[in-house]
C-alpha cells in the first residue's frame, strides 16, 4: 500500500513538473512558430470532417426531438431556441472535445510514443535542441488553438442541421428560426461554452502530450499508451464539464 501511494505521488508530481515545463517554456517565448501552423494544420485537418458530421447529426437529432415534444405542448416555435442553447452552451463543446480527443489526440501521443520508443526524442536532446521546445509545446499550442475553432465550426453546422429539420419537417419558416435563434443566444451562453472550450484543449494538448512523451515499451507501449491517453482525455473532459457547468450556473447565472 506505502509502495502504490508513494507511486502515485511520484506520478502526479512528474505530471505537474511535465505541465510547468511547458507552460515556462510558452512563457519564455520559445516557441516554434513554424512547427505550431504545421501542427494546426494537421490537427485541423483530422478533425474537421468528423466534427461537422457529428454536429449535423446532432443539431438534426435535436430538431427531431423537440418538435415531438414541442408539438404535445403547441410550442414548436421554441425549436430554435432549445437547439441553439443546448449546441452552443453544452453539446458542441463537450462532442468537438471528445472527437478531437480521439482524433488529434490520439494522433499526438501515438505520433510522439514513436518517437519515444525509436529513441527519436533522446536523438534531439544529443543534437542539443530541447525536444520540450521542438515536440511538445508546438502540439500544445496547435490544440490550445485549432479546438476553439472546431467548436465554432461545431456550432454553426449543428445549428444549421436543426434549421433543415425545423424547415422541412415542422414548417417552421425559415426567417422565424434564424430570429430565434439569434434572440436565445446571450453572452452568458457562448462565454459558457468557451470557457469550456479552453480548460478541454488545455487538458487534451496536457495529456495526449505527457503519454506520447514518457511512452515505453516498444510498439506494443504506443498502442496502451495511447488508448489510456484517449481514455484519460474522456474522463477530464466529462468531469471537468461538470465542474464547469456548476461553476459557471453558479456564478453567472441561468
Known amino acids: 500500500m506505502f509502495i502504490g501511494l508513494k507511486n502515485f505521488i511520484t506520478h502526479l508530481g512528474r505530471i505537474i513538473l511535465f505541465l510547468v515545463d511547458m507552460l515556462g517554456c510558452i512563457v519564455r517565448g520559445r516557441v516554434r512558430v513554424g512547427e505550431v501552423f504545421k501542427q494546426i494544420y494537421a490537427q ?33 416555435e421554441l425549436i430554435a431556441s432549445l437547439v441553439a442553447l443546448s449546441l452552443v452552451r453544452e453539446l458542441s463543446p463537450v462532442f468537438t472535445a471528445l472527437v478531437f480527443s480521439g482524433k488529434s489526440g490520439a494522433g499526438m501521443t501515438a505520433e510522439l510514443g514513436t518517437m519515444s520508443v525509436n529513441s527519436q ?54 426567417s422565424y428560426y434564424i430570429h430565434q435563434t439569434l434572440d436565445a ?26 503519454k506520447g512523451f514518457y511512452t515505453s515499451g516498444g510498439s506494443m507501449g504506443v498502442g496502451r ?30
Request: charged residues 10%; contains cysteine.
Open 44 to 76: 485541423g485537418i483530422q478533425s474537421l470532417a468528423i466534427v461537422m458530421a457529428t454536429s449535423f447529426a446532432s443539431g438534426a437529432v435535436l430538431a427531431m426531438q423537440s418538435r415531438v415534444a414541442m408539438e404535445r405542448f403547441g410550442a414548436k
Open 121 to 174: 526524442i533522446l536523438a534531439t536532446r544529443t543534437m542539443g535542441v530541447d525536444p520540450m521546445e521542438f515536440l511538445i509545446v508546438p502540439r500544445f499550442l496547435a490544440c490550445m488553438i485549432v479546438l476553439p475553432i472546431l467548436v465554432v465550426v461545431s456550432e454553426v453546422v449543428g445549428i444549421f442541421g436543426g434549421w433543415l429539420i425545423a424547415v422541412t419537417e415542422a414548417g417552421v419558416p425559415s
Open 185 to 210: 443566444i446571450r453572452y452568458v451562453d457562448f462565454f459558457s461554452g468557451f470557457v469550456k472550450v479552453f480548460f478541454f484543449a488545455l487538458l487534451i494538448g496536457w495529456v495526449s502530450c505527457y
Open 225 to 254: 499508451f495511447t488508448t489510456q491517453a484517449v481514455a484519460n482525455c474522456y474522463i477530464a473532459v466529462i468531469v471537468s464539464n461538470t465542474i464547469l457547468t456548476k461553476a459557471i450556473l453558479t456564478f453567472w447565472g441561468n
